[in-house]
């Protein structure tokens, strides 16, 4: 799993690549947490996400309720198994999930 | 049994009304007309001509005879006193009283002038002739006077008499021969008379004549008569003649032709109906020994010669047909041979197959064959005999048999096969034909593909999920062209999803109406178009395509093609042991990804396993040995149909059972939300069935996921 953060201003975006489970998903969740300080618009980019385990649930879930208390957070780009995953689990309501084409 | 409807049926047309004999009747009929009615004028003037120089003679003769007879000096006191009173008359006097003439001559006729005439009668009597005139001619006037004449009584000749040469009616002024003129006359009274003159010596303008006339009438009623008799004559020879032609006309030229025409006509009929042996020429008796028994001999042997070639070529016919039935037989024979019944192994799942042959002609020289040479390896043929029909596929037969037979001597070594059956085809091979062969074993266990090619296309070979591409594989010589020829094995390793395209030249080398051909690029487009499609519809596009290219231009070449699909083995168990921890689960991940893989398990259904897996694994890893380390066992089996991943993880641990606990509420709001049993939920609720068992002191969870999305 890759992760790559984009900061700007204070919007952040974290490009996330590959899969969130249990081993990967200590390593976002380290990652993205310790930028979240001053960031009022977190943008989670799952375009390149295969899928995501309750591990990977847990760590958002925590991003969610930080961001609660600073601003919004986008998970963006999701593809049909993390999809199914968020709607089964009851997630996909929380979230706000978004879809959105890339400039090319 | 004669097929009337090979022979093409002649119309008759109509006939001739008018008849050959009835023309040349008609024809004869006016030539002989014309020939007697020439004849008869030629003669008849002829005839008639001698008579009056005949009698024209005669009486000329007469006429000067009359000089001896009486005194001629008399008479020419006579001819001159006549001439003086002649003189002394105008022109117009003359003309306008005829008899005037006649009243001033009574001055000459005294004794002596009777006297003369008296004689002139004697004479006439004694000459035989009707009258004698001696008289003036003015030849001015043309004018003929009666001076003296041999009617002394007075009856019919006057003195003083005049006439106009030209004046009498139907007066012909002719000169004899010998000089002698006469005049021939039509009398109104006296009928036909013939006068000739004889001139006296004269002085002065008028001519003295003597004029002798001859009754001719019954000269002209025997010319007349005999024209008569010579017309009835000719009248009866013509119709004997014409009757007599007419018959003959008939009997040797119209019956004959009209025989010859009469057969003809019914040998059309006989035809058109399907009578073929009837002889109607032959049967034809002309025998006029001219041209037409030339044209009825000619006919005869024409129909003799005509029957013959009908029936010639009603036996090729017939031959034709007997071979065409037996080259039906021996398609269907041939078709018997080949495996055609797909799928031809329905319990080995380890490979899908299918095969198809259509023949340019009834019966081809390709072939395709497989069969398994022992439990676990298959073999695979696809050949081309060098020759077509009968030829190509009794060799083909051959070669099909002889590769069986060879095979399980041999063993799976292909190019020993084929070594082997180059022997055993030079053997006997007085044809001189050769055949390529393309054959392959498959060891299906382990997709391992030994093969050898004896001359035949390259195969063609998908692999990895890539396109399908010409493999040139080494070639060794066709079979049957030389001995002691070897070959050269070697391998592809088939892994599951890969195929195998196998084909005859007919497939690239099928033309389209302008001569060009489909090639092996088109061939590995339209492949290549449908890569996944199952092996029959890939055949099938195959032939749609090669179909549609040549437009329905008449197949020259058979089309053959084989298709397999390596599927790898389906029912060995797939099973990894390791150690019960969290780091460990890349390892068993991966494991299985490649398992899946290999059975083209879609990605979708992949992932969904890979959560599943993760999740549990995860609490066997956390929970099972609580701090201790143990091993988890998982095994993994692909079911066939439908295809379901079936996946087992199993540890020696804590007895637990994690279905029992209650799914988490997923409609709590964030703040509320935990993430614990998230685990077990969505492994729940993504894979089709789980189970738990503990059996033999061991955990064991089953987890069933459907390939299909």
Redesign the interface.
């Known amino acids: 799993m890759k992760i790559d953060i984009k900061k700007d201003g204070s919007r952040m975006t974290a490009e996330i690549s590959g899969r969130i489970d249990t081993n990967t998903a200590p390593e976002a969740e380290n990652t993205i947490l310790e930028e979240l300080s001053g960031v009022s618009d977190l943008i989670l980019d799952f375009t390149n996400v295969d899928y995501i385990s309750s591990a990977g649930l847990r760590v958002l879930l925590l991003c969610y309720k930080a961001m609660l208390k600073q601003g919004t957070m986008i998970v963006l780009n999701v593809n049909d198994v993390v999809r199914e995953i968020l709607d089964v689990t009851g997630f996909s309501d929380i979230l706000t999930i978004e879809e959105r084409k890339m400039n090319a | 049994m004669p097929e009337q409807n090979s022979i093409p049926k002649v119309p008759l047309r109509k006939r001739i009304r008018y008849s050959l004999g009835g023309r040349l009747a008609l024809y004869f009929l006016s030539l002989t007309f014309i020939l007697a009615a020439a004849g008869l004028c030629f003669g008849y003037y002829l005839y008639s001509r001698s008579v009056q120089y005949n009698y024209a003679g005669i009486s000329t003769r007469t006429a000067e005879t009359v000089t001896l007879a009486v005194d001629m000096d008399e008479v020419e006191e006579y001819l001159k006193g006549a001439e003086q009173i002649y003189f002394a008359f105008t022109e117009r006097q003359l003309q306008v009283d005829r008899k005037k003439l006649q009243r001033s001559f009574r001055r000459l006729k005294d004794e002596q002038f009777r006297e003369i005439q008296r004689d002139l009668y004697d004479f006439a009597e004694a000459s035989d002739v009707s009258a004698i005139i001696i008289g003036l001619y003015d030849e001015e006037t043309d004018r003929i006077i009666d001076v003296l004449n041999s009617d002394y009584k007075g009856e019919y000749l006057f003195s003083g008499n005049w006439d106009y040469l030209h004046d009498v009616e139907e007066r012909r002024d002719y000169r004899t021969g010998d000089d002698a003129p006469y005049i021939l006359l039509e009398d109104e009274r006296y009928g036909y008379v013939c006068a000739g003159w004889a001139e006296l010596p004269s002085e002065g303008r008028l001519k003295h004549l003597i004029l002798c006339e001859i009754d001719i009438n019954n000269v002209v009623q025997e010319a007349r008569r005999f024209l008569r008799e010579y017309i009835f004559l000719m009248v009866m020879i013509m119709a004997l003649l014409n009757i007599g032609f007419v018959y003959r006309m008939n009997k040797y030229i119209a019956d004959p032709i009209n025989d010859i025409s009469e057969a003809a006509r019914s040998y059309i009929n006989d035809k058109n109906a399907g009578i073929l042996d009837q002889p109607h020429f032959q049967d034809l008796k002309v025998r006029s020994g001219d041209e037409v028994e030339n044209l009825a001999t000619t006919l005869a042997d024409m129909e003799k010669e005509i029957g013959e070639y009908i029936r010639d070529i009603m036996t090729i016919t017939r031959d034709r047909q007997r071979i065409a039935s037996e080259l039906d037989i021996a398609a269907r024979i041939q078709e018997g041979m080949l495996p055609t019944v797909f799928p031809p192994f329905p319990d080995r799942h380890e490979f899908e197959i299918y095969a198809m042959m259509e023949t340019a002609k009834e019966v081809g020289g390709d072939f395709y064959d497989f069969f398994f040479t022992d439990d676990d390896h298959l073999a695979l043929v696809i050949a081309d005999v060098s020759g077509k029909s009968i030829p190509g596929a009794l060799f083909m037969m051959m070669t099909k048999i002889l590769i069986r037979n060879i095979a399980p001597l041999i063993g799976n070594d292909p190019a020993a096969i084929l070594a082997r059956l180059n022997e055993s085809v030079m053997e006997n091979n007085k044809a001189e034909m050769f055949v390529t062969v393309w054959l392959g074993i498959l060891e299906v266990p382990t997709g391992k593909l030994t093969a050898a090619n004896a001359g035949h296309e390259y195969p063609c070979v998908r692999k990895n999920g890539g396109p399908f591409t010409l493999f040139q594989d080494p070639h060794g010589l066709v079979v049957g062209a030389m001995e002691d020829i070897s070959y050269k094995n070697y391998e592809l390793d088939l892994e599951p999803g890969d195929s195998l395209f196998l084909y005859t030249d007919g497939v690239p080398e099928a033309e389209d109406p302008d001569s060009r051909q489909f090639t092996t690029d088109r061939m590995l487009e339209t492949l290549n178009a449908d890569p996944e499609a199952d092996p029959e519809h890939l055949l099938q596009n195959i032939r749609s395509e090669v179909l549609a290219f040549s437009q329905n231009a008449d197949q020259f070449d058979d089309i053959t093609m084989l298709t397999l699909r390596y599927f790898g083995t389906m029912t060995r168990k797939n099973e990894i042991t390791t150690d019960a921890l969290?780091?460990k689960?890349?390892e068993v991940t991966a494991f299985i990804d490649g398992i899946l893989e290999e059975h083209m398990c879609p990605m979708?259904v992949q992932?969904?396993i890979?959560?599943a897996v993760?999740?549990i694994f995860?609490n066997i890893a956390r929970y099972a040995y609580g701090s201790n380390v143990g091993t988890a066992t998982v095994t993994v089996d692909i079911e066939p149909d439908p295809k379901t991943v079936v996946i087992t993880f199993s540890d020696s641990g804590k007895p637990f059972d994690p279905l029992s606990n209650k799914d988490p509420d997923?409609?709590?709001?964030?703040?509320k939300?935990g993430?614990g049993g998230?685990?077990v939920?969505?492994v729940k609720?993504?894979m089709d069935h789980v189970a738990y068992e503990y059996r033999g002191g061991r955990n064991i969870l089953t987890i069933r996921k459907s390939m299909k999305k």
Do not use: Y
């Open positions: 969290l780091e689960i890349p979708k992932m969904q890979d959560i993760d999740e995860s997923t409609t709590l709001s964030a703040e939300r993430v998230l685990g939920f969505l609720k993504t």
